[in-house]
């Protein structure tokens, strides 16, 4: 069972668009969606993360929308740049848990066309 | 801040050898420790959770007497792979939560590359 699901799988979106991935879940236990990015080769990096109680974050160009009662919630990319070409990752922390284990969506493979 | 650091980078073994990979968190201390394990084009499957001074939890389906654990400090865990075959050639990360003051964050590692021939 897919605790959280992630869509798109891939999206390409010109320079200076705007890039929207989206992330929904079940369980109304998480407590914590953080989004992470990954390169090729590389670990995946903390990017931007929110809890239920605001309904939004924004960071620089990052932007994460939370819809508690939807459960949903979802990144965007403002003026997206080549450099933000990566995989993203949303993710759920279950507050219900001791060891704060994280659940991962399947991941978005971002291409920001030149 | 928060950086995690992994050793080696990458690696190539033989078939029924063993390997080890360390985690370590470089500029602070955690009393958690993540290990995941990532195909190509995946996502990252949790392997087990690692808490310094007491035996990892693994996950369903992950065989603890092949992937050891041991989290010995707040700055260090270790995964072995032992007696590695072709099927656990795969990309491994680690990562570290920060403790002591409720942070949830998680910083991973840069990954080991493990390649069984």
């Known amino acids: 069972q897919q605790q959280v699901k992630q869509s798109p799988q891939s999206l390409i979106v010109q320079k200076g668009g705007i890039s929207i991935i989206n992330c929904a879940y079940e369980?109304?236990?998480?407590?914590?969606f953080p989004w992470y990015q990954q390169f090729p080769g590389k670990g995946p990096a903390l990017l931007i993360a929110?809890?239920?109680?605001?309904s939004e974050k924004k960071e620089g160009r990052f932007t994460i929308s939370f819809n508690k009662s939807a459960k949903q919630f979802s990144l965007h990319i403002m003026d997206s740049q080549p450099g933000d070409s990566a995989t993203y990752f949303c993710a759920a922390r279950d507050s219900g848990g001791s060891n704060y284990k994280l659940t991962f969506g399947k991941g978005t493979l971002l291409t920001v066309n030149p | 801040g928060a950086v995690v650091s992994q050793h080696p980078s990458w690696v190539i073994c033989k078939s029924g050898t063993s390997v080890k990979i360390e985690c370590r968190s470089l500029d602070f201390q955690a009393t958690t420790m993540f290990w995941y394990r990532q195909f190509p084009k995946q996502s990252l499957m949790l392997m087990a959770t690692?808490?310094?001074?007491?035996?990892?939890?693994?996950e369903q389906g992950v065989e603890k007497d092949k992937f050891l654990i041991n989290h010995a400090s707040l700055t260090l865990s270790t995964l072995t792979v032992t007696s590695a075959h072709p099927e656990d050639s795969s990309f491994y990360i680690c990562?570290?939560?920060?403790?002591?003051?409720?942070?949830?964050?998680?910083?991973f590692g840069p990954g080991t590359r493990l390649t069984v021939l």
């Open positions: 929110i809890r239920p109680d605001v």
């Open positions: 990562s570290a939560r920060v403790s002591g003051d409720g942070a949830d964050t998680q910083y």
């Open positions: 369980n109304t236990a998480f407590d914590y």
């Open positions: 690692s808490n310094e001074g007491s035996k990892a939890t693994y």
